[in-house]
T-cell receptor, first 113, second 115 residues
Framework: NAGVTQTPKFQVLKTGQSMTLQCAQDMNHEYMSWYRQDPGMGLRLIHYSVGAGITDQGEVPNGYNVSRSTTEDFPLRLLSAAPSQTSVYFC????????????FGPGTRLTVL | GDSVTQMEGPVTLSEEAFLTINCTYTATGYPSLFWYVQYPGEGLQLLLKATKADDKGSNKGFEATYRKETTSFHLEKGSVQVSDSAVYFCASNAGRGSTLGRLYFGRGTQLTVWP
């Protein structure tokens, strides 16, 4: 199993550009989520999904969109990048939303100029 | 609301020293509690977990006990190694409700161990 994979590993954008961060898992997990990690802030939840076709907002959803058309994939879209979105983004998945361990991807380091 | 508070870092220790990183939580229900570790340039890995009161999670010489009476889950290790240098995150899941699976993270504690 590859576990949770994320692409790209690094990305530089200009303000106003859009892009999609990819996340995939091969563990047949129902629950997937996106976090951003900023210095001194821990991890903050952006969006999550409890299954294909179901998504919901986390703590910091503004400026981001998600969709979940398959169990495996959970892409995160930045609609119009802003410098405040410079961060490290982690995707995570777990078997269910009943408190099981979450498995994290390696992260995408995004810089918005 | 639900939240996790953990000891601010950074923590610097000599090899073989004793480690404690404090963590307390607030939750409306009965959450599971976790410690994650992040090595430089990597994602988070689960270090240990406890799912109910008085449970002790342990892994790689690290331990933490779920204390409901003090709402705490402090991480301890008796003798740290240089290879333990990393950022440690305490986390809890929501105790009940539709967001049961989401994790609430502390801000992380940077540990550096010197030889």
């Amino acid at each position: 199993n590859a576990g949770v994979t994320q692409t790209p590993k690094f990305q530089v954008l200009k303000t106003g550009q859009s892009m999609t961060l990819q996340c995939a898992q091969d563990m047949n997990h129902e629950y997937m989520s996106w976090y951003r990690q900023d210095p001194g802030m821990g991890l903050r939840l952006i969006h999550y999904s409890v299954g294909a076709g179901i998504t919901d907002q986390g703590e910091v959803p503004n400026g981001y969109n998600v969709s979940r058309s398959t169990t495996e994939d959970f892409p995160l879209r930045l609609l119009s990048a802003a410098p405040s979105q410079t961060s490290v983004y982690f995707c995570a998945s777990s078997y269910s939303f009943t408190g099981n361990e979450q498995f994290f991807g390696p992260g995408t380091r995004l810089t918005v100029l | 609301g639900d939240s996790v508070t953990q000891m601010e870092g950074p923590v610097t220790l000599s090899e073989e020293a004793f480690l404690t990183i404090n963590c307390t939580y607030t939750a409306t229900g009965y959450p599971s509690l976790f410690w994650y570790v992040q090595y430089p340039g990597e994602g988070l890995q689960l270090l240990l977990k406890a799912t109910k009161a008085d449970d002790k999670g342990s892994n790689k010489g690290f331990e933490a006990t779920y204390r409901k009476e003090t709402t705490s889950f402090h991480l301890e290790k008796g003798s740290v190694q240089v290879s333990d240098s990393a950022v440690y995150f305490c986390a809890s899941n929501a105790g009940r409700g539709s967001t049961l699976g989401r994790l609430y993270f502390g801000r992380g504690t940077q540990l550096t161990v010197w030889p």
